[in-house]
């Protein structure tokens, strides 16, 4: 690191409120680049002297005293029913298990402000501990949360009125079985992304499978967050376009509620009525506590993967290219994502291709800065399969008057892939704001939600609004929305953020395509669903939580 270099470089302090919202492993960095540091200087009008001093760090020790209003005779039979070392009272670890990744929670604790924060934190070991802890807040009519890996971007880890924040993380991470015959594995809800990955892989070693399987779910958290998190926020990986999303993937589900256990059987079809487990994929907590789930598993051939790159000469031709693939019956790309023209600019900035010879070549053929769109990607499954979807994708793209770029821009995009996320508070640390919100679309109302949003993101003076669409089927896709903006107090960012909402619900977008809903998204739900489905929803709730103590709040519950 240039000594000159303007981003912090070092990790967190200990127990500091950076520690909690800085995002993943604190000594892995990624800074802005050059040539993003110039743009946004240039964008924003700022000059070396502003890069100076980093603002509202958060390096601040979290403080030892909190108020807390939980009576003191259910800490002391929480304590006795899963042992007085799984349960934790300090400000610190509170605070910490109240936090997601939302920029707002951000924003507030580089103020030292933390809103919404549990009383007691508890690390369940087996079922027993889950069951003991639910019958002992439904009993007492306590808030119940669960903390899988924390990243959360909907707010799903803020208690309003306190209570108590089971962690699955901690203990509740185990295999629990493999069937290879059946290509299904049943794991504890708390397994985190590498580690269920890492199993499969090790099949062969650790289950003495005759092959090494994948998840096929790799969303950018993967690293820093769970199997459980995944099924009941409706994740979608970055290979869902072949994989499936999240909840595609669920066979049968364990869950812990305040009326009993359920436990569905895991079978690849059954005529026996709607399935019980699709009432918990995206249930976000709210219905009960997911303790183990059985997901269906792919063969891992990675020499297969073929990559592919493209650039349109403009959103409208890559979005119709991609309609064709996702819609011509000959197999779906496995990643898949096309940029609009500005997140294109600043991609070919990030990788290094702009003022190289690709670009030269691409100016050359006529692909124009802020018209040109890149497209990226790639085939997997069995050698022949992932071959042909590569060539089909290529024709395809050509019909569209595409120019192939190598699979350079690929490799480059899977080299940031997990990556990416560090640079958030480099930004910040310099009142600069960069944060998503991302929907689902049909085809058919892709562009109007499309230029909607992008129309409102940059009438703000000095924004950038990038998009990308990376999830796809043949009815539609999802819009992912990037902006960077320079603000630094919370109040104008929620109204900025709200109106977002607002216009993307407006062009006919939905409320999240892959976030879930959390306590952000909630207030919306009644629009987004209508009356009648959300009494259906709480009656659900009704049903498994009488008391109404799980996850308050959460998806509008
Ligand atoms: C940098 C970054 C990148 C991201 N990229 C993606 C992406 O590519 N794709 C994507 O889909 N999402 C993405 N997300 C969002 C987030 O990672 C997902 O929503 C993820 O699925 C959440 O998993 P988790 O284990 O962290 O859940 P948590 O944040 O711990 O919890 C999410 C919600 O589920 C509830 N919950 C969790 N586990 C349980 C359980 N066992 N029982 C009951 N309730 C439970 C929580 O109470 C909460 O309401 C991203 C987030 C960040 C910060």
């Not at 960095?29 to 240039?42: C, D, G, I, Q, V």
């Not at 080299?415 to 560090?422: A, C, K, N, Q």
Request: aromatic share 8%.
């Amino acid at each position: 690191m240039p000594s000159h270099s303007p981003w912090i470089h070092t990790p967190p302090p200990e127990k500091s409120f950076r520690s909690i919202f800085r995002w993943g492993d604190p000594n892995t960095f990624k800074h802005p680049n050059s040539r993003l540091h110039a743009m946004l200087k240039e964008t924003f009008g700022l000059g070396d002297r502003d890069f100076l001093t980093p603002r509202f760090t958060g390096e601040e020790r979290v403080s030892e005293t909190l108020p807390s209003t939980l009576p003191q005779a259910f800490i002391q039979a929480m304590e006795r029913a899963v042992g007085p070392e799984q349960v934790e009272r300090d400000a610190f670890s509170r605070i910490r298990y109240s936090t997601g990744k939302t920029t707002e929670e951000t924003l507030a604790l580089r103020h030292q402000r933390p809103e919404g924060v549990t009383d007691l934190v508890v690390h369940p070991r087996h079922k027993r501990d889950v069951q003991a802890i639910v019958s002992l807040c439904h009993e007492h009519r306590i808030p119940l949360s669960v903390y899988g890996g924390g990243s959360s971007v909907t707010l799903g880890h803020r208690m309003e009125k306190g209570g108590v924040t089971l962690v699955m993380a901690t203990h509740m991470n185990r295999v629990l079985s493999f069937n290879e015959e059946d290509h299904a594995v049943t794991v504890e809800a708390g397994i985190s992304g590498p580690d269920y990955e890492a199993a499969l892989n090790e099949a062969p070693k650790r289950f003495g499978a005759l092959r090494p399987y994948t998840c096929g779910h790799f969303p950018q958290s993967f690293e820093f967050s769970t199997v459980g998190g995944w099924i009941l926020t409706l994740g979608s990986g970055q290979a869902s376009s072949y994989y499936g999303d999240a909840a595609d993937l669920l066979l049968a589900v364990e869950v812990i509620t305040p009326r009993g256990v359920i436990v569905t059987q895991s079978v690849p079809a059954t005529a026996t009525g709607p399935k019980i487990q699709d009432i918990f994929k995206g249930s976000e907590g709210a219905f009960g506590v997911l303790i183990s789930v059985t997901l269906k598993i792919f063969r891992k051939m990675p020499e297969n993967t073929k990559r592919f790159s493209f650039i349109f000469p403009d959103w409208k031709k890559a979005v119709a290219a991609s309609r064709e693939i996702t819609q011509a019956q000959c197999g779906m790309p496995a990643v898949f994502r096309i940029s609009d023209a500005e997140e294109t600019d600043v991609a070919l900035k990030l990788y290094g291709v702009e003022g190289g010879p690709l670009d030269s070549l691409m100016r050359f053929s006529g692909y124009r800065p802020m018209e040109r769109c890149l497209a990226l990607g790639t085939a997997e499954g069995e050698a022949g399969f992932s071959r042909n979807v590569a060539k089909n994708v290529r024709n395809i793209a050509k019909k569209f008057g595409a120019m192939g770029l190598t699979s350079y821009p690929v490799h480059k995009w899977e080299h940031g892939r997990y990556l990416d996320p560090y640079m958030r508070e480099d930004l910040l640390d310099f009142g600069i704001i960069i944060d998503t919100l991302e929907t689902g679309v049909t085809w058919s109302a892709l562009h109007r939600v499309h230029d909607s949003v992008r129309a409102f993101i940059k009438a703000r003076p000095q924004t950038i609004c990038m998009t990308h669409a990376s999830h796809f089927y043949p009815q539609g896709t999802n819009l992912y929305f990037i902006f960077i903006a320079r603000m630094e107090d919370l109040d104008s960012y929620r109204a900025f953020h709200r109106k977002i909402i607002e216009r993307i619900l407006h062009a006919g977008g939905t409320l999240s395509h892959h976030h879930g809903v959390g306590r952000m998204m909630g207030p919306f739900m009644v629009k987004q669903l209508g009356e009648e489905n959300m009494e259906l929803l709480r009656a659900v709730k009704r049903h498994l939580d009488p008391h109404g103590i799980l996850g308050p709040g959460v998806m509008g519950l």
